[in-house]
């Protein structure tokens, strides 16, 4: 039987490819080239299944597994397979929905199950999305190169929560999972009764046959697991959009509960028996090394266990850089003595390292390099044209300052490593904690626990790497190691500085003829393939250019490129990476065209956005929902797409004893088909207040090669009494589901700025934002 096809992501029209798609099609085919018979021999092979893993699910009792997602209990009880990490966006119920939808059940009869490290969990959609395509760019290379990155992912199997991708990756293989576990229950009964298939159908965790028998799910299981083995994927139905019960619907979520009663477990409530505790000294200054330590002096400090230099573990491989840590049989002892141990440092390379500095490079570079051209369109020497609008902008270094602290608890004993740790991504875990203990990867185990916050900083494992390493000096007793608040904000890999300059020309009328757009700063991809997979760090790295080469509007000659400049800052992956500024930088320019052209920048965004009729109603909702600004404040307009969900959002603002309140963002979003509207606006209103918490203060500033910032004092969050009532749209779609999690962050700065202008007359380029 056939799959139904899933409707198209969007109903865009396809565009001709560009001069810089021409380019990247020549850079694809070289490689592809450059891979010989082996490749295409590799290519034409079928792509790994995504149903049966390699390795057996940790199960209860009684428990049997029906493929790699889906066991039953006796008593009826479906354990499904989460293969990414909880972090708040809500995959916990969000994923399981998708199973209980085509199974049939209630999402009550639902248990959470964590998966063994294997690849059929393996996150293909966020590899897949990296390639730097235009959106509109549906030609058949940008098609090829998207199916053998697809390929790549599945064979590489990393598990990995990020890039707002969980629903959309889960969105075939989890339905799928459901759709063959039900009809191998179908089977089974229909095998129990010897009666058709055809004459069978599922309710509510039953089989009901045409004359009323019925079975539970539970009681047939060992016997679907028999009479269904040979049922695929390709096999089954799954269900239109039409008949969906669950999906769609505003369940609450399953976690609740124990995040309500405290019941519930993250990285840092680990408690293994006989655990100790590790605690840091770490280098003052970015680069620094270990010289010498002086491990006597705290030897008889009180509950002092051992002193370790986890900088070997390291290898130049983990962001945090060089440290000691001391061990200890309560944390507080291991803090003390750790503050306490005498530790001389050499200074890294950078000693004058500032952020000055590193803006000033940043501009250089802008000056004397072309950078690589993302995009390009028509001419840059347009005739007609008899006004020229320049712009230059700016966006600091930022900090994830996620509320729980880093911490991971290891255990090295019997040539066995023992994770317990929060993570987004336990495969890379699991490789690093392997490297370091000097074991197989088969011996080494992972309790991915909840995530206190994750917003990227959780895809590293230095952590894990500095743990283990700890833990492998002891004597097989499990220890936790966590970080203080200073060393997070101050050993962090951080959102890069950016700087970026646009050159916009104008006709006569007012019409927008080109937009040149670049900007600089450094590659993520560069730094976090060393680090954490040991990869070298090549070509164009597309979080660099995301938000700026792949909007959507409608100009006849553009052209955008960007500058990498080598970061002597870690760098790394942040909520929306490359959008959180982009986006600031892109959509206050055309706020600035806007109004250097006489036009209502809301009218211009519509002219402009003619061929995109899903955006534009976006844009419309947010607008017809806002209405008028009350007297003493004003509305300012940001419209952006990432991870393929568009999102509009319009600030009320105004000016208190000289500062910027905002007091209401009403955000419209089409992310296509929706999972659980609940999930969706939880994750909006979040977006919002991390956004928010950025663009009125979120600065890493570096002096003297040291971070400035420490802790709350100096990065501050955003208060309870400064969050603004979030109002929320959800735009109706069939399109296959996009990402949540992330697409909300980027608009909120350069709606809050345009509100800004329009109560000052102020222009403010540079996040944060600080008025004059």
């Known amino acids: 039987m056939r799959k139904p096809a899933l409707v198209p992501k969007d109903g865009l029209p396809k565009q001709g490819m560009t001069d810089a798609g021409k380019r990247r099609r020549r850079y694809l085919l070289a490689g592809l080239a450059a891979g010989g018979a082996l490749l295409v021999g590799w290519g034409t092979q079928p792509p790994r299944q995504r149903l049966h893993p390699t390795r057996p699910l940790a199960l209860a009792d009684g428990e049997v597994a029906l493929n790699g997602w889906v066991a039953l209990a006796p008593d009826g009880t479906v354990s499904v397979v ?22 049939d059940i209630g999402l009550d009869a639902v248990r959470v199950i964590a998966p063994p490290i294997d690849k059929i969990y393996a996150n293909v959609t966020v590899l897949r999305e990296n390639l730097p395509f235009h959106p509109d760019d549906t030609g058949r290379t940008a098609q090829g190169a998207q199916w053998l990155m697809a390929k790549i992912g599945r064979e590489l199997g990393i598990m990995f929560t990020g890039g707002s991708s969980s629903v959309r990756d889960a969105w075939l293989p989890m339905r799928e999972a459901g759709a063959v576990a039900r009809a191998m229950l179908v089977k089974a009964a229909a095998r129990q009764w010897d009666a058709r298939v ?64 405290g019941s519930a477990r993250f990285g840092i409530d680990a408690r293994p028996a006989g655990m100790v505790y590790a605690a840091l000294t770490m280098a003052p200054t970015l680069g620094a090394t270990v010289a010498a330590f002086d491990a006597d002096a705290v030897r008889r400090m009180p509950g002092v266990l051992a002193v370790v230099d986890v900088s070997s573990a390291l290898e130049g491989r983990t962001g945090a850089g060089a440290g000691v840590a001391v061990v200890a049989s309560t944390w507080w002892q291991a803090r003390q003595a750790a503050d306490a141990l005498p530790v001389a440092w050499t200074p890294g390379e950078h000693a004058a390292l500032s952020s000055a500095a590193i803006l000033a490079g940043l501009a ?59 993570t987004q991504v336990p495969s890379i875990a699991v490789d690093c904690a392997a490297r370091v203990a000097g074991v197989a990867r088969e011996d080494v185990s992972i309790d991915v626990m909840l995530l206190g916050g994750g917003f990227g900083r959780r895809l590293e494992v230095d952590m894990v790497a500095q743990a283990v390493a700890v833990a492998k000096a002891l004597d097989g007793q499990p220890v936790q190691l966590i970080w203080t608040r200073e060393q997070d904000t101050m050993h962090d890999v951080y959102r890069p500085a950016a700087l970026a300059r646009f050159t916009a020309q104008l006709g006569a009328d007012g019409e927008l003829l080109a937009w040149d757009n670049k900007s600089a700063s450094g590659a993520i991809g560069h730094q976090y393939f060393k680090r954490s997979l040991g990869l070298p760090g090549v070509g164009p790295d597309k979080t660099t250019a995301e938000g700026e080469y792949d909007h959507q509007y409608a100009i006849p000659n553009q052209r955008v490129a960007h500058v990498t400049v080598d970061s002597a800052v870690p760098i790394g992956y942040w909520r929306s990476v490359g959008h959180s500024h982009n986006a600031f930088f ?17 009218a211009l965004r519509r002219k402009l956005l003619a ?39 319009v600030a009320e603002v105004s000016i208190e004893d000289g500062q910027i309140r905002v007091h209401r963002v009403v955000c419209a979003i089409d992310c296509g088909l929706v999972v659980n509207p609940n999930i969706v606006a939880q994750q909006v209103e979040s977006s919002v207040v991390f956004g928010l918490s950025a663009a009125l203060a979120g600065e890493i500033t570096v002096e003297g090669c040291r971070i400035v910032q420490s802790n709350f004092g100096d990065y501050p969050l955003l208060r309870f009494n400064q969050a603004p009532v979030v109002e929320t749209i959800v735009v109706p779609s069939s399109a296959h589901p996009e990402g949540v999690g992330e697409p909300a962050v980027p608009p909120v700065a350069p709606a809050v700025a345009a509100a800004v202008f329009r109560l000052t007359g102020q222009r403010l380029r540079s996040l944060p934002l600080k008025l004059g």
């Open 82 to 103: 989460v293969p990414r990490s909880e972090m708040g966006q809500g995959v916990n119920t969000a994923l399981p929905m998708l199973v209980a939808e085509e199974l």
């Open 586 to 602: 892109k959509e206050s320019f055309l706020d600035e065209v806007a109004h250097a052209a006489g036009q209502d920048p809301v």
């Open 611 to 649: 061929a995109h009729p899903r955006a534009l109603a976006v844009l419309d909702a947010a607008i017809e929902r806002a209405g008028q600004a009350p007297e003493g404040r004003a509305h300012g307009v940001a419209l952006h797409r990432s991870f393929g969900s568009t999102v509009a959002q």
């Open 364 to 422: 250089r570079s802008l000056e004397e390099e072309r950078g690589h051209v993302y995009h390009e369109t028509g001419t840059q020497e347009v005739e007609g044209a008899v006004r020229t609008v320049r712009a230059e902008y700016r966006a600091p270094f930022l900090a994830h300052a996620a509320l729980e602290p880093i911490n991971c608890t290891a255990q090295v004993a019997r040539g066995r490593v023992t994770l317990w740790a929060s």
């Open 198 to 261: 055809e004459d069978c159908r599922t309710e509510d965790g039953f089989v009901v046959h045409r004359d009323g028998r019925r079975a539970g799910y539970g009681a047939l299981a060992g016997l679907a697991a028999q009479a269904g083995a040979g049922i695929a994927a390709n096999d089954v139905n799954l269900k239109q959009p039409q008949d969906f019960r669950l999906i769609g619907k505003p369940l609450p979520r399953l976690d609740s509960r124990a995040k309500a009663d």
